[in-house]
């Protein structure tokens, strides 16, 4: 019978549906279970611990494992994952600590006897017995099963690797292949389960007819357990075949909407390929023409004699013969066409270079403003020097080892907001200090505030929006929520000539309001309220709230939002970040725009992870600028010298092909410090946020003891600390509230928390109420007066 079941391992999801019957909890019969197993002490039956989902790939349950001759089968919690098998001591094991696993796509599996199963890969072998023969077939079918799937995966995984670009005969031949590979499997699953059920019928039949034969009562309890068996197995295998059959209903439908995709994508890909052939043929006859006219002139006159004689076609049909090479193919934005970007040829430089955006980059950070852009943007005057030496480095972060369950055990039964979560879990820094972190790249705005060309100035707001992002990629650890009322200033106006404040205005929901202002020529304000989602296996970040940038000299007022942070892997696996949605900055002066895309990270994407691609236009919808780049390295920009329509996207939108220059530099992520893998990851701005600092705020960020005692390495009193201080507030909390309800049944008015630094007010532009700076701080910290402020240490 083991054989018979082992035929199904050429199914690569019935492990799933075997794994959801109802009726394998519990279903052995409980005394043939501990007579089996007497000889090992055991008193209890290797069964399921509940039915998974429908459609689950899991497979979990108890079976003994062989480990020495002095200690023998030992009861282990044993679970089927992905083509896995790991096994714990118990159950609580599995959320920290794994004894083996096993890859089944490289294992052999046997049976000894009726209850033994031997497992070997490689040099490592599992000895498991199973309490009853019945549930010993339920893991053999499983692991087979199991086995089969992890293989086609791994086969498909080497043979699928080029179907993410279906632009050739072959590769479409073979997703077709691939596809009725998947279905022809499927209908060999229906012929094996229908097999099984001849099979298991016959042997339920035998087995009926030898019970109406017996006439002893103690061979009828045997052979009326014999029957129950079987008919569990027939049970099973039953339920697998209807699953079966679900199953290839929903893979052909699936397919079959795939396929009419596919279809129309390779309509518009030919047809896109066809004009592209035909246009590169028209440019290289001209090419040729060209050259047979005037093969001895000057690099120069056949720039002159093409603009003379294309005119304003000229620049598409002056293509350079590697254009695939510098052709980009931009995802579509939701309310605008797709568009291709084609880099001009030098020829086209050449007849630019009068421009303020021609000039050849050198990669640094600083072309933007040297011989790329108008004089206007050049810097003028020497840059100020640091008058004080900031540190380059704080003490390494601790090696404890975090045990989960050890945390969440104890907040059984407890309020959701009452939890105390450790300091494990975050970095030393506040929110507060993290939201002051966006200043790290100031110097695009210090660039952006010399520029005449609004356009221009547009480009580098937006890379100053993206560049916020970079400190992101590796910094997994949560900001400490700063308490109501805490504030955070960095006063670097000596050195960088801005001086930034933060205040914490809102606890329910956590909200902070931050303004920065720069002698360079402009004022930077925002409120953020962070709103957050758990769904599983990943938390989404929302910030809500709009950022708000002022140019003194121009005038030029710059909105924008931003994107959703994700955060993966909450529960398993490494933590990892990613950035996903729309920017629209708008220049409410002029009404020019600029569109960001942060494309989500996908494994099929044949796009470089964290991708991010926008356009720059006027008041009146026309393109001058393309961007593009990623959020953790830099973003270069383009100029636009000439755009056409071309052929249908695949949702009908026309696309537009823009022909570009070469691009320049406008932004290059600072590398990290030394050690930085073990300081938290931090920027070299971050490593000085929490450097202290005299004469702050009494409220200052600084000032906060659990989180000075976090980044000097001592986090059982920084845990202690935390506690006392969420403690504090909480009470605060409740004694406003009682006073809120004092004056509710007097009749008088309770005013309620009100920020010290930040007062509420309507703005003009976007039309919300927010929180913005009301003036004093500074003057209060030049006299040091910090009478107003509250104790909230």
């Known amino acids: 019978m083991g054989r018979a079941i082992a035929l199904c391992g050429r199914s690569g999801r019935i492990v799933s549906f075997l794994s959801a019957v109802p009726c394998l909890s519990g279903c052995t019969p409980q005394p043939a279970a501990e007579r089996r197993m007497s000889d090992q002490g055991k008193s209890s039956v290797s069964t399921l611990a509940g039915a998974p989902a429908p459609g689950s790939d899991t497979y979990k349950g108890w079976l003994f494992k062989w480990t020495n001759y002095l200690k023998g089968y030992q009861r282990r919690w044993f679970v089927l994952s992905n083509g896995l098998l790991s096994y714990y001591r118990t159950q609580a094991e599995m959320a920290h600590t794994c004894r083996g696993t096993i890859n089944l796509a490289t294992a052999h599996i046997d049976t000894e006897d009726a209850c033994n199963i031997v497992l070997s890969s490689g040099g490592r072998t599992y000895h498991l017995k199973a309490s009853t023969e019945v549930e010993r077939q339920r893991w053999v079918t499983a692991l087979e099963l199991a086995k089969a799937k992890a293989i086609r995966m791994m086969n498909d995984q080497s043979d699928d690797s080029g179907d993410e670009e279906p632009t050739t005969q072959s590769d479409r031949s073979e997703g077709i292949q691939g596809t009725l590979k998947t279905l022809i499997s499927k209908l060999d699953d229906l012929s094996t389960c229908n097999d099984l059920i001849a099979k298991h019928g016959a042997a339920l039949q035998r087995s009926l007819s030898e019970l109406e034969a017996l006439r002893v009562p103690v061979e009828g309890g045997e052979k009326i357990k014999g029957v129950n068996e079987r008919a569990t197995l027939f049970r099973i295998t039953s339920n697998a075949m209807i699953n079966a059959c679900r199953d290839f209903l929903d893979l052909a439908e699936t397919h079959s909407r795939r396929w009419q995709r596919a279809l129309q994508y390779e309509r518009e890909q030919r047809i896109h390929l066809e004009e592209t052939i035909e246009q590169l043929a028209k440019q290289h006859n001209s090419l040729e023409r060209a050259w047979r006219e005037a093969p001895?002139?000057?690099?120069?006159?056949?720039?002159?004699?093409?603009?003379?004689?294309?005119?304003?076609?000229?620049?598409?049909?002056?293509?350079?013969?590697?254009?695939?090479?510098?052709?980009?193919?931009?995802?579509?934005?939701?309310?605008?066409?797709?568009?291709?970007?084609?880099?001009?040829?030098?020829?086209?430089?050449?007849?630019?270079?009068?421009?303020?955006?021609?000039?050849?980059?050198?990669?640094?950070?600083?072309?933007?403003?040297?011989?790329?852009?108008?004089?206007?943007?050049?810097?003028?005057?020497?840059?100020?020097?640091?008058?004080?030496?900031?540190?380059?480095?704080?003490?390494?972060?601790?090696?404890?080892?975090?045990?989960?369950?050890?945390?969440?055990?104890?907040?059984?039964?407890?309020?959701?907001?009452?939890?105390?979560?450790?300091?494990?879990?975050?970095?030393?820094?506040?929110?507060?200090?993290?939201?002051?972190?966006?200043?790290?790249?100031?110097?695009?705005?210090?660039?952006?505030?010399?520029?005449?060309?609004?356009?221009?100035?547009?480009?580098?707001?937006?890379?100053?929006?993206?560049?916020?992002?970079?400190?992101?990629?590796?910094?997994?650890?949560?900001?400490?929520?700063?308490?109501?009322?805490?504030?955070?200033?960095?006063?670097?106006?000596?050195?960088?000539?801005?001086?930034?404040?933060?205040?914490?205005?809102?606890?329910?929901?956590?909200?902070?309001?931050?303004?920065?202002?720069?002698?360079?020529?402009?004022?930077?304000?925002?409120?953020?309220?962070?709103?957050?989602?758990?769904?599983?296996?990943?938390?989404?970040?929302?910030?809500?709230?709009?950022?708000?940038?002022?140019?003194?000299?121009?005038?030029?007022?710059?909105?924008?939002?931003?994107?959703?942070?994700?955060?993966?892997?909450?529960?398993?696996?490494?933590?990892?970040?990613?950035?996903?949605?729309?920017?629209?900055?708008?220049?409410?002066?002029?009404?020019?725009?600029?569109?960001?895309?942060?494309?989500?990270?996908?494994?099929?994407?044949?796009?470089?992870?964290?991708?991010?691609?926008?356009?720059?236009?006027?008041?009146?919808?026309?393109?001058?600028?393309?961007?593009?780049?990623?959020?953790?390295?830099?973003?270069?920009?383009?100029?636009?010298?000439?755009?056409?329509?071309?052929?249908?996207?695949?949702?009908?939108?026309?696309?537009?092909?823009?022909?570009?220059?070469?691009?320049?530099?406008?932004?290059?992520?600072?590398?990290?410090?030394?050690?930085?893998?073990?300081?938290?990851?931090?920027?070299?701005?971050?490593?000085t946020l929490n450097e202290p600092e005299d004469g702050v705020g009494l409220t200052d960020s600084r000032l906060r003891p659990d989180q000075r005692l976090m980044e000097a390495g001592r986090w059982d009193e920084a845990n202690s600390e935390k506690q006392r201080l969420e403690e504090k507030q909480r009470a605060v909390r409740r004694r406003r509230e009682a006073e809120a309800t004092d004056a509710l049944d007097n009749g008088r008015e309770y005013e309620g928390f009100q920020p010290q630094w930040f007062h509420k007010r309507k703005n003009a532009i976007t039309g919300e109420t927010t929180f913005v700076y009301k003036g004093g701080y500074w003057e209060a910290k030049d006299s040091q007066d910090w009478s107003t402020c509250s104790e909230i240490f």
């Not at 350079?320 to 934005?333: C, I, K, L, N, V």
């Not at 916020?468 to 000596?494: C, I, M, Q, W």
Request: aromatic content about 8%; some cysteine; charged content about 20%.
């Open 296 to 687: 001895t002139l000057s690099a120069n006159t056949p720039s002159s004699s093409t603009t003379k004689k294309g005119g304003s076609e000229r620049p598409q049909k002056g293509e350079a013969s590697d254009e695939d090479e510098d052709t980009e193919y931009f995802d579509a934005m939701e309310d605008s066409p797709a568009f291709i970007t084609v880099t001009a040829t030098e020829n086209t430089q050449h007849r630019c270079s009068q421009t303020n955006l021609c000039g050849a980059s050198g990669g640094h950070t600083n072309d933007w403003n040297q011989d790329n852009v108008s004089p206007s943007c050049k810097d003028s005057g020497k840059e100020l020097q640091p008058l004080r030496r900031r540190r380059s480095h704080i003490p390494d972060k601790p090696n404890y080892s975090l045990n989960l369950w050890s945390i969440m055990k104890n907040c059984i039964g407890k309020e959701l907001s009452k939890i105390p979560m450790p300091v494990n879990f975050n970095e030393p820094l506040s929110m507060l200090q993290r939201l002051t972190e966006d200043l790290e790249y100031h110097e695009l705005l210090d660039k952006a505030a010399r520029c005449e060309s609004s356009l221009e100035q547009l480009c580098l707001v937006a890379a100053f929006s993206v560049s916020s992002y970079s400190t992101t990629v590796h910094r997994t650890a949560k900001p400490f929520n700063p308490l109501l009322g805490e504030t955070y200033e960095l006063d670097r106006l000596d050195d960088l000539g801005y001086r930034s404040l933060c205040e914490q205005v809102s606890h329910h929901p956590p909200a902070a309001a931050h303004h920065v202002i720069s002698q360079r020529g402009w004022t930077l304000w925002q409120q953020i309220t962070i709103s957050s989602k758990f769904r599983g296996k990943y938390l989404s970040i929302m910030p809500l709230g709009a950022i708000h940038l002022q140019f003194h000299s121009s005038e030029n007022h710059y909105v924008w939002r931003k994107v959703i942070s994700t955060v993966h892997n909450i529960i398993v696996g490494k933590l990892w970040i990613d950035q996903s949605g729309d920017i629209e900055i708008v220049n409410h002066r002029t009404k020019e725009t600029c569109q960001l895309k942060f494309s989500p990270y996908s494994y099929f994407s044949r796009d470089v992870p964290r991708k991010v691609t926008g356009v720059v236009s006027d008041s009146g919808g026309q393109a001058h600028y393309i961007l593009s780049g990623t959020w953790d390295d830099k973003i270069e920009s383009s100029k636009i010298v000439q755009s056409s329509k071309g052929g249908s996207g695949s949702e009908g939108k026309q696309k537009t092909v823009y022909q570009t220059l070469s691009p320049k530099l406008l932004w290059k992520k600072y590398p990290l410090p030394d050690n930085a893998e073990n300081m938290y990851f931090f920027s070299s701005l971050a490593l």
